[in-house]
């Protein structure tokens, strides 16, 4: 399968624009949505509560940006609260485990309980078992990883060939200690043995400053087009983390369309939440259309969200 212009590239640094265009690039690997007709601007959250029973929060963009708590944001949770609206984050930050990912919002001054946080990893977690007990999980992740913090059998990946062969399946968490040298082994290892990954993170890119990292989903889109391998992708936009939501919530009395997806991006947040038939609002001031029109990229992608609001 050939490769598009992005994805021959190992760690290409995208601006804005390319980010845009590698996940079209890739949209027919996505979800597919129904979408409003037209988006409406609104002051803040607190202008659609009486339309939605659950705000569901991305948190880079919309909570904070890096470790900096986006202003009033802990006070807007508050005031949902105030209106007996459920809460939660939804993050495909896969690097953290349960306790760090609790932690990390209390840091930041938030008051989520370990039940209102749903991130991507959960959902990867959970698709581990149905690969069988005995599977030998061969993982990319932090530095900081520990094979014990998973519920299969694995080891994290390093510069040891040998690792790459010996192991059943491969499962991304992150790739801030990935580097060329291991993406070539890794695709070496499957060109020969083709087995399942699954990418717990499926963001392609992530905004770093005035250009855009590449992300685990990224990897796993081009192992897809470059060996045509089985690749498993949990987290926005996705089905299975916003399965979870549904579950937690208790899915015989939840009404879709009185949820409501909160997020930065088109091609995680919003369609992810308009393929559950949720509702959707956009971010604009804060991540990836901080500084944009984003009604720009609204009518390039005819991804829609319901409402468009600065902050939340």
């Not at 007990?133 to 040891?160: M, R």
């Not at 984003?294 to 991804?303: E, F, H």
């Amino acid at each position: 399968m050939q490769l598009s212009k992005y994805f021959e590239d190992l760690f290409p640094r995208l601006n804005g624009e390319q980010a845009f265009e590698l996940y079209e690039d890739v949209k027919d690997k996505l979800p597919q949505g129904n979408f409003p007709a037209v988006s409406f601007r609104k002051n803040s959250l607190l202008d659609v509560a009486d339309e939605v029973d659950t705000f569901v929060f991305d948190a880079f963009g919309v909570l904070n940006v890096g470790e900096t708590t986006i202003d009033g944001a802990v006070q807007r949770i508050a005031d949902l609260r105030a209106l007996k609206k459920n809460v939660f984050v939804l993050t495909n930050a896969a690097s953290y485990n349960k306790v760090d990912a609790y932690n990390k919002f209390e840091g930041l001054g938030f008051d989520f309980s370990e039940n209102e946080i749903v991130s991507s990893r959960n959902a990867a977690e959970i698709a581990l078992g149905s690969f069988g007990d005995d599977t030998l999980w061969g993982v990319a992740a932090t530095n900081k990883f520990e094979a014990s913090e998973l519920p299969q059998k694995s080891v994290k990946l390093t510069d040891d060939v040998e690792e790459y062969d010996a192991v059943d399946a491969f499962l991304f968490l992150s790739v801030q200690d990935w580097d060329a040298s291991r993406q070539t082994m890794l695709e070496k290892s499957l060109a020969g043995n083709k087995r399942p990954v699954i990418v717990a993170n499926p963001d392609i890119v992530a905004p770093r400053g005035d250009v855009f990292s590449t992300e685990p989903g990224y990897f796993g889109h081009r192992l897809m087009r470059l060996l045509e391998v089985d690749v498993h992708f949990h987290g926005k936009p996705f089905p299975s983390v916003f399965e979870i939501v549904e579950n937690r919530l208790g899915r015989e009395n939840v009404d879709p369309s009185r949820v409501c997806m909160v997020g930065d991006t088109l091609h995680t947040d919003v369609l992810g939440g308009a393929a559950r038939g949720w509702k959707t609002a956009l971010v604009t001031d804060h991540g990836l259309f901080k500084g944009l029109d984003p009604n720009v990229y609204i009518n390039k992608s005819a991804i829609t969200p319901n409402w468009l609001v600065g902050s939340i």
